[in-house]
Each structure stands twice: as structure tokens, then as C-alpha cells.
């Protein structure tokens, strides 16, 4: 899809703001697949940010924790599941879609035009412990 967009990308100086996840940066066990899969979309941000940034285009990422959405809605669902991952986040909460899109606008914006290549984890917390 970036290098599709590619042309009207350059056309207007964008930036391209890819959706990885936690557990492309750190191992889960439990879902290897889905692991590697995100793990190749972090290098796929920076392998494209260091060639496009000089033709003054930035890829950036982001890497969200555990937020309820329609992919983690089944597992969230099991009893006690939701209870066990709160134990694991410092900031005591799951994160929210508002949590990501504001990261989101933040790398849109001009506010972000210094950053190039970084994945920003959204997480609360819980890749620390």
C-alpha cells in the first residue's frame, strides 16, 4: 500500500503512519504468527523511512498495547483475562482507539515534522514490566 501510494505521498509531502502492535517489539508466545507479522511491519518502518525521508517524506509508527477493539474483543471476553492484563500495566487501565488516534494526529501534524522511523508504543506501561 506505500509504495502504491507512493507518487501522491511525494506529491504532497504526507506522512505515512503505520499500525503495528506490542507484540511485533516483543515476543507473545501465544500468537507467533501475528508476532512476526508486526515485527516485519517495525522494520518496514524504517526501511522505508530511511530511504523516503530524503525525498522529505516521514514514516512513522505506532505500536499499541492491549485495547479493545474487534480483534481483541473474543480474547478479553475469557474470564479473568481482562484482570490478568490490567496486572500487567503500570497505568492500570487498557488503552482506548482515542489513546491511539491521538498519537496518530500528533505524527499527522506539524507538531511531529522532526520525527522520522520511530515506532511510539502506546501501551500503558506494560512493555516495562
Known sequence: TCT????????????????NSVSGLKTSA???????SKAGLASLTESLAQRWA????????????IVPTKLTEKALA??????ANLQRIPLGRLGSTGDIA?????????????VVGQTIVADGGMMLT
Open 4 to 19: 502504491r501510494c507512493y507518487a501522491a505521498l511525494k506529491a504532497a509531502r504526507g506522512k505515512v503512519i503505520l499500525i
Open 78 to 83: 475469557q474470564p479473568g483475562r481482562t484482570e
Open 30 to 36: 501465544g500468537i507467533p504468527a501475528y508476532s512476526a
Open 54 to 65: 530524503p525525498e522529505g517524506l516521514q514514516v512513522n509508527g505506532i505500536a499499541p498495547g
Open 102 to 114: 491521538n498519537i496518530a494526529a500528533f505524527l499527522a501534524s506539524g507538531l511531529s515534522d522532526y
